[in-house]
């Protein structure tokens, strides 16, 4: 037999939508400001956290993945862990390039 | 199941069992194709990850590398425009989500009115951008078109952006590799808009689908599965913002 | 080889069921706007047969030419050209779709119980798009091709030739989202649609390999696609983004590139492994040794495989500490390869084994995999990589591994499926031969090449020095040997379609869903929605199955 099926009979309500819209409307407030304010080295990471906040309540709320199945779930982990190992592992060669001979 | 040699096609076709007329023939239930047919939108938006994904790459390796010219390039960028294009793709993942619950509920104006919104404030971000293209096809700044270092070679040339930031001139060097920026931004924003149009496209469509009632009865998967790509779009340009916008505005 | 475990029907009384996927509808466009799976299937086999043909003639003018050790039988341009173009149509055109488009479209829904894909007009628009981007390759090739080698090199391909980089590039593009929607319906499929009592671990393992391959198809094609899209715009309008002279790397192309095509050797080779372990299973009458472990081993090659692509940078100019890294990852990518190897060696032991035609190809499957995956390791080991990167030594081990491996594969499960997917069984005695005859000309060909590489011989070079043409020599005589050994299976297999013995539902006596239904199929597969009550590889059950027959014959008669 196939999956336990996750069309789930639960719908998310206009009141989770509201709440996530004025969440992400916040955030976004939050990153034009703190990068107008000089935090050295941190700027970027706040810059990408405050993103990456964003994306996840999109993806668990809007995309409806906090109510879905463990496969949707490992299927969104699939596509990060992917995209992450790209960027690393072609990082481990332009950060290295530096380093010298040895 | 050697009974089944006795048989032929006859026995298949004889019993055909009531059901939707969107069920189609391969599926055993509605349950299971939209199951699968959900499934296979989260896989298509995985493809979509890794597209974009070389292009953060790139992105990554070029403003580590180039820093300086990253930051003038974003300078150029108008801060209130994209502040302003981020908050119409949330509001219009915000409608399109309300157009889902409104298809799940039976609810086929609100769905129509959440549809329409959704496709106005598309063509609002798409509009926006056109504004913030013509600028810099005017200002010389798009790639392999008469770019110009100028704005950067001498920022005091160019006082609306000088007069915020106040930058200092970037030796020749790293100048010409703002044009290396623009390749991202363009290319980045480029796609994205591409992705914009074709979801715009598919929202016209569904408009119209939406008002003869095709999604409030009882099969949703189209607006579901369509709001699943509209959602990702708007994430990729949350990423766009803070990376080409935001770089270092003091 | 006189013990056979094939059975036919009794030839006199047997015919072919007249309600098939081929006789159910007629008429061109009804192949042409198909959704069933099965003749998508079929459609796929013919394109990418032509597309062999074309790439192994450019194969031949490869060998011809490296008959003599001077450029004579054409200008070192055209040469260019051609080592390309039969790299472009042998990877992107044959190889990719090989197993998964043919095979695995025709019984990846059989395998599980359903009655087609899970989105089947999504696999006929793969079968179009891959006919597109295919026919923009040979248009290509018309117009005077490209001559940056299959990998499209930057700066090479981005700055410093002429040649229709673009429309190569498009055609590989289109090709790639053939090769993505073939995976992304074969997942779906895969975990919605089986049939009750399916599960996972009773799946075939052709299943499990072709699932693994599909995760890479997915994730990793919209990669090359996204490389080609920068290399035309670096082309056309000089982005700069691989271009030193504007700040640009070259070498991100390549981290891109590579990014999916070391994957895309998976893509290759898995769906050959699944095939491998349903013959070796069958034809020696046991179940696969260590199911878990083959079956996990795919996923695992799936994901180790996205972590090793550099090890084709080793020499380009990447860091000493990525070249270590990833030299360290490759070593890890052995292993689950190595895993299969061993347990379909011990499947063998103290099975019943005949050597059946796919059983033959299966054979020189395991030794000429195990000695091309060996020498991966050697070039895996970035020291020794240095000296034999970009020599022939690497020319050999991917054929050894794509050819003597992947190749005899799909050869294996086109035999092997063969009576189910027409009815008709093929001339044994001849395709044994076939078999043979081509697992000699293989090693003809490229055993030596390994040894050229060895001695130094670079590739993509149409001269060499006059020492090593004796070696040369061998490798065409060797391909000579090897084109008549692929074009005898294209000459009976034809020839069966009319005059082959009929051969009822199960000839080999195996255990999979497919065999327990007519040949060829009825359209929607089953008469009845499958239930899944036995393991896979179950030969106690198929017994069983036997045994209730015969009674019921029996009974019938009496």
């Known amino acids: 037999m196939s999956e336990p099926n996750e069309h789930a009979r639960h719908i998310v309500g206009p009141g989770i939508y509201v709440a996530i819209l004025l969440a992400l409307l916040v955030g976004t407030a939050l990153t034009v400001w703190a990068s107008y304010v000089d935090l050295g080295f941190w700027n970027p990471i706040i810059a990408l956290a405050i993103a990456s906040t964003k994306a996840v309540l999109v993806v668990l709320f809007f995309m409806h993945v906090w109510y879905s199945s463990k496969l949707t779930k490992l299927t969104v982990f699939a596509g990060v862990f992917t995209f992450l190992i790209l960027i690393s592992l072609t990082l481990t060669d332009y950060i290295s390039r530096a380093w010298g001979q040895w | 199941m050697p009974d089944s040699l006795a048989n032929s096609a006859n026995t298949a076709n004889s019993a055909h069992v009531e059901h939707p007329a969107y069920l189609r023939h391969h599926f055993n239930s509605a349950e299971q194709q939209a199951d699968a047919a959900s499934f296979a939108m989260w896989l298509f938006l995985l493809t979509e990850v890794m597209f974009f994904g070389g292009l953060f790459t790139a992105y990554l390796v070029y403003r580590n590398w180039y820093y300086p010219a990253?930051?003038?390039?974003?300078?150029?960028?108008?801060?209130?425009?994209?502040?302003?294009?981020?908050?119409?793709?949330?509001?219009?993942?915000?409608?399109?989500?309300?157009?889902?619950w409104c298809a799940q509920t039976r609810r086929r104006r609100g769905l129509v009115l959440c549809l329409t919104l959704t496709f106005i404030l598309g063509l609002s971000f798409l509009g926006i951008k056109t504004i913030e293209y013509r600028e810099k096809i005017e200002k010389h700044h798009v790639p392999g078109f008469h770019y110009s270092m100028q704005s950067f070679l001498d920022p005091a040339s160019d006082p609306e952006v000088y007069k915020e930031y106040h930058d200092k001139p970037l030796a020749p060097d790293m100048a010409r590799h703002t044009e290396l920026y623009f390749s991202l931004y363009f290319l980045m924003t480029g796609m994205h808009a591409v992705h914009m149009i074709i979801g715009i496209a598919i929202l016209g469509f569904m408009i119209l689908r939406a008002r003869a009632g095709a999604y409030t009865a009882g099969h949703v998967t189209f607006v579901e599965n369509f709001g699943l790509y509209w959602h990702f779009v708007d994430i990729i340009w949350i990423y766009l913002f803070a990376l080409l916008y935001l770089i270092s505005r003091h | 080889m006189s013990d056979t475990i094939v059975r036919l029907p009794d030839q006199a009384t047997a015919r072919i069921p007249k309600d098939n996927y081929i006789t159910r509808e007629n008429g061109l466009l009804s192949w042409l706007l198909t959704s069933d799976h099965k003749r998508i299937a079929i459609l796929y086999l013919i394109s990418i047969t032509f597309f062999f043909f074309i790439g192994g003639a450019l194969a031949g003018l490869i060998r011809l030419e490296l008959l003599t050790p001077q450029t004579d039988l054409m200008a070192t341009d055209t040469y260019n050209k051609v080592f390309t173009m039969h790299g472009v149509i042998m990877i992107f055109f044959f190889l990719v779709p090989s197993v998964p488009a043919t095979l695995g479209n025709f019984f990846i829904p059989m395998m599980i119980g359903a009655k087609d894909l899970a989105l089947p007009r999504i696999n006929l628009l793969s079968w179009y798009l891959y006919m597109a981007g295919g026919l923009l390759a040979l248009y290509t090739m018309a117009v005077g091709g490209v001559d940056t080698g299959w990998t499209f090199t930057t700066p090479l391909s981005t700055h410093y030739v002429n040649t229709n980089v673009l429309t190569t590039g498009l055609a590989v593009f289109i090709a790639g989202f053939s090769s993505i929607f073939t995976g992304l319906n074969f997942i779906v499929t895969i975990h919605k649609m089986r049939a009750p009592g399916m599960t996972w671990f009773r799946l075939p393992l052709f299943i499990w390999a072709n699932y693994a391959a599909s995760i890479l198809m997915v994730l990793a094609t919209p990669v090359v696609a996204i490389a080609i899209v920068l290399i035309a715009l670096e082309r056309t309008l000089g982005i700069g983004v691989f271009d030193p002279t504007k700040g640009g790397d070259p070498l991100l192309f390549q981290h891109l590139f590579w990014f999916y095509s070391h994957p895309a050797v998976y893509i290759m080779i898995l769906p050959g492994m699944g095939v491998i372990s349903e013959v070796i299973s069958t034809f020696s009458r046991k179940r696969v040794f260590g199911y878990t472990a083959v079956a996990f081993s795919s996923v695992?090659?799936?994901?180790?495989?996205?972590?090793?692509?550099?090890?084709?940078?080793?020499?380009?100019?990447?860091?000493?500490?990525?070249?270590?890294?990833?030299?360290?990852?490759?070593?890890?990518?052995?292993?689950?390869?190595?895993?299969?190897?061993?347990?379909?060696?011990?499947?063998?032991?103290?099975?019943?084994?005949?050597?059946?035609?796919?059983?033959?190809?299966?054979?020189?499957?395991?030794?000429?995999?195990?000695?091309?995956?060996?020498?991966?390791?050697?070039?895996?080991?970035?020291?020794?990589?240095?000296?034999?990167?970009?020599?022939?030594?690497?020319?050999?081990?991917?054929?050894?591994?794509?050819?003597?491996?992947?190749?005899?594969?799909?050869?294996?499960?086109?035999?092997?499926?063969?009576?189910?997917?027409?009815?008709?069984?093929?001339?044994?005695?001849?395709?044994?031969?076939?078999?043979?005859?081509?697992?000699?000309?293989?090693?003809?060909?490229?055993?030596?090449?390994?040894?050229?590489?060895?001695?130094?011989?670079p590739r993509r070079y149409a001269s060499y020095p006059p020492e090593f043409q004796i070696l040369n020599v061998f490798s065409t005589a060797g391909a000579t040997i090897l084109g008549v050994g692929y074009l005898l299976p294209v000459l009976y297999l034809v020839w069966s379609l009319r005059y082959g013995a009929i051969a009822g539902d199960n000839p080999w006596q195996a255990t999979g869903l497919e065999w327990q239904t007519q040949s060829p199929p009825l359209t929607e597969n089953f008469v009845e929605m499958p239930v899944m009550d036995h393991e896979a590889y179950d030969y106690e059950w198929l017994e069983k199955q036997q045994q209730a027959e015969k009674a019921r014959e029996v009974h019938r008669a009496g």
Not at chain 3, 315 to 336: D, Q, W
Not at chain 3, 355 to 363: H, K, R, W
Not at chain 3, 378 to 384: D, E, M, V
Request: hydrophobic share 55%.
């Open chain 3, 300 to 457: 695992a090659i799936a994901v180790f495989g996205f972590f090793v692509w550099a090890h084709h940078m080793f020499i380009m100019g990447i860091s000493n500490y990525a070249v270590l890294v990833f030299s360290l990852l490759t070593m890890l990518v052995a292993v689950p390869s190595a895993i299969k190897i061993f347990n379909w060696t011990f499947t063998l032991y103290k099975g019943s084994i005949t050597f059946e035609t796919p059983m033959i190809y299966a054979f020189g499957f395991l030794g000429l995999f195990t000695i091309g995956g060996m020498t991966g390791v050697f070039l895996g080991s970035s020291g020794t990589d240095i000296h034999l990167t970009e020599t022939y030594f690497i020319v050999a081990h991917f054929h050894f591994v794509m050819v003597g491996g992947m190749l005899m594969a799909f050869l294996a499960g086109i035999h092997f499926w063969w009576p189910k997917m027409t009815g008709r069984m093929y001339p044994e005695k001849l395709s044994q031969l076939a078999a043979v005859v081509t697992f000699i000309g293989f090693n003809l060909t490229f055993f030596p090449q390994f040894i050229l590489g060895m001695l130094g011989m």
């Open chain 2, 70 to 100: 990253f930051v003038s390039g974003s300078h150029q960028l108008n801060v209130v425009w994209g502040t302003t294009n981020t908050a119409v793709l949330i509001f219009s993942s915000f409608t399109l989500a309300m157009g889902v």
